[in-house]
């Protein structure tokens, strides 16, 4: 991705701290000392499990959550102390939804879009055609006068993204954006953020804790956990070579391949994970291996992920041969790999 | 049913009615635009992502609590220096508005505060994130999700507004209450009492049909 160097961050976090407190008085950390940087035009994830602070840190960068401590920069302005006129206005400029869609119930789709428009001022006149315009952007002109309650998961998601499109912001947040939805549904809004990403130029922080959502969509990722961003990295980099347990367990979950219980190996090989990240095959290096060690080599599992486009294979194998001959190979695989997990040796693998 | 009963009905019904439906709507008229004013200056105030405020928030509850525990009986009693200052008189209908419009409205605000309460917070985060005035907020979000249970609220300070008129008839108001009282209790005409119970029953009855009915018409 290009990135100018004298462009100011979209958002910067600077050393963000927010306590609650709770009912006996106790001061809860939701986010400790948190630091981070957007860059115009990315799509950023912030991951994490349940209850890492992810919503209370997404949440301060509009300021609907003031931090304890730290500032918040937007477009290398600090704004942390911005309140009233001040703080609308730049709302104004930051759209976000939210994983239960939070439409005006009483309100018809129409009437909801119009509310962000009325917000912002906008031309009374015009209001009714930029309506027609954003529903057609979410593929929903048939629902201008619909309730929300007539509509379908993924139809009130739009229908909030249209909303929070209205006022042409620079910035989208999405809390669990797609968390309430099914896997179809969750694809089609995958693709219109994506669409809104390049089409529109918007800056995109989406909050999740599902990881497959995570490897479509983002750029960047930030992992969080227990208030803290524990790693951030390019979402490639951050899948095939996460360096925090956290992430590790979190990257695992989407990108593994399981190991069958009764699998059972000879006694002279090794089960071994080989992680291939980058654009070269890995069939010259499985045969290479046999060709240059005595060993052999059976492939017992195998998947090819695409992240950002870019594959990323595990093969699941087990090398048969002299000990010295399959550490020599084992070397060999991990000079010419991005990982290789030694699973087992000899004997009997499972329960 | 004697002569006498049907004698005192076609004399005094219609006044008594007349007098009840005079009391029941100046107040709920009152409440509905102090007592809806006055909750929304509560809930707005108790409201983090709105416009919190520990002072005001805690004189408006102080105001409402401290009308809600009078008993209205007091209440009517308190308020006559008040009631007479006002209307210039502490006799009829339109005195015993005074007292009922004051419960009325601490009781209606504090429905209200609990119509706007019951709104999905996500839906407030949601049109505070947008940047919006709260005036704006007030007019297009608060009053549209809560409009089912203002309607309820409604219905409610209605009933209860029978009630207490007919309490505060026994005081000087007059109404069906009243009339209940003055011959149904203290001369046992039966009869009569049996009417107007029949009466305040079909009225309640009535309102809270028509109530259910708006009510369920903002439900989308
Ligand atoms: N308004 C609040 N008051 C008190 N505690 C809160 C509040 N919001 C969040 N928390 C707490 O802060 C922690 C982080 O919550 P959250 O940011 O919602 O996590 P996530 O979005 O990652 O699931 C949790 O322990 C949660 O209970
Ligand atoms: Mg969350």
Redesign the interface.
């Given at each position: 991705m290009e990135t100018k160097i004298l462009d100011n961050p979209i958002i910067e976090l600077k050393d963000i701290d927010v306590y609650f407190k709770s009912a006996e008085g106790n001061s809860l950390k939701a986010v400790s000392h948190a630091s981070l940087k957007v860059t115009k035009g990315e799509i950023f994830g912030i991951v994490g499990s349940s209850g890492a602070g992810k919503s209370t840190l997404a949440r301060v960068i509009n300021l609907l959550q003031p931090p304890t401590s730290g500032r918040v920069l937007i477009d290398g302005f600090d704004i942390t102390d911005n309140r009233g006129n001040d703080l609308r206005a730049l709302r104004l400029r930051i759209g976000m939804i939210f994983q239960h869609f939070n439409l005006i119930s009483g309100s018809t789709v129409e009437e909801n879009i119009s509310f962000n428009l009325k917000a912002a001022s906008y031309p009374k006149s015009e209001i009714h055609s930029r309506v027609v315009e954003l529903l057609k952007l979410v593929g929903l002109s048939d629902k201008l006068k619909s309730y929300p309650s007539q509509l379908s998961g993924g139809q009130k998601q739009r229908v909030a993204i249209a909303r929070a499109l209205a006022n042409n912001p620079e910035l989208l947040i999405c809390d669990e954006a797609t968390s309430a939805l099914d896997t179809k549904t969750t694809e089609g809004i995958i693709t219109l953020l994506n669409d809104i990403n390049k089409k529109l130029k918007v800056t995109i922080v989406f909050i999740t804790h599902q990881m497959d959502v995570a490897k479509k969509l983002f750029n960047k990722i930030a992992v969080m956990d227990s208030g803290k961003i524990v790693e951030v990295n390019d979402t490639y980099s951050l899948f095939s070579n996460p360096s925090n347990p956290i992430t590790k367990s979190l990257v695992s979950s989407v990108l593994d391949i399981e190991i069958p219980e009764e699998l059972v190996i000879s006694k002279d090989s090794h089960l071994i994970k080989l992680f291939y990240a980058g654009e070269g095959a890995y069939n010259p290096i499985i045969s290479n291996l046999s060709k240059n060690f005595s060993v052999d080599l059976s492939i017992l599992s195998g998947k090819i992920e695409y992240i950002n486009k870019k594959p990323l294979g595990i093969l699941l194998v087990s090398i048969f041969g002299e000990e010295s001959e399959r550490l020599k190979a084992i070397q060999y695989l991990k000079d010419n790999t991005t990982k290789v997990e030694l699973i087992k040796k000899g004997e009997h693998y499972g329960k | 049913m004697g002569n006498n009963t049907i004698e005192i009905l076609q004399q005094y019904l219609w006044k008594a009615s007349y007098e009840t439906i005079e009391m029941v709507i100046i107040s709920l008229l009152v409440a509905l635009i102090f007592g809806t004013i006055l909750g929304l200056i509560l809930y707005l105030s108790e409201t983090e992502?709105l416009v919190k405020n520990k002072v005001v928030n805690s004189i408006a509850a102080t105001l409402v609590n401290v009308i809600r525990s009078i008993p209205f009986i007091i209440l009517l009693v308190v308020l006559i220096p008040l009631t007479k200052l006002i209307t210039g008189t502490t006799i009829g209908p339109i005195a015993a508005s005074v007292p009922l419009s004051f419960c009325a409205i601490a009781f209606h605000a504090r429905l209200i505060e609990g119509a706007f309460a019951d709104i999905?917070s996500?839906?407030i985060?949601?049109?505070?994130?947008?940047?919006?005035?709260i005036k704006?907020i007030i007019t297009?979000?608060l009053f549209?999700?809560a409009?089912?249970a203002i309607v309820r609220s409604i219905t409610i300070t209605f009933v209860s507004l029978i009630g207490y008129s007919a309490m505060a008839g026994i005081v000087g108001g007059g109404g069906i209450g009243d009339l209940a009282i003055q011959f149904g209790y203290y001369r046992y005409e039966s009869g009569v009492m049996l009417v107007t119970v029949i009466l305040l029953v079909f009225i309640v009855q009535i309102a809270q049909i028509i109530g259910d009915k708006i009510a369920e018409s903002?439900?989308?």
């Open positions: - | 992502l999905d996500g839906v985060e949601s049109s505070v994130a947008t940047g919006s005035s704006l297009n979000v549209v999700e409009r089912p903002f439900v989308h």
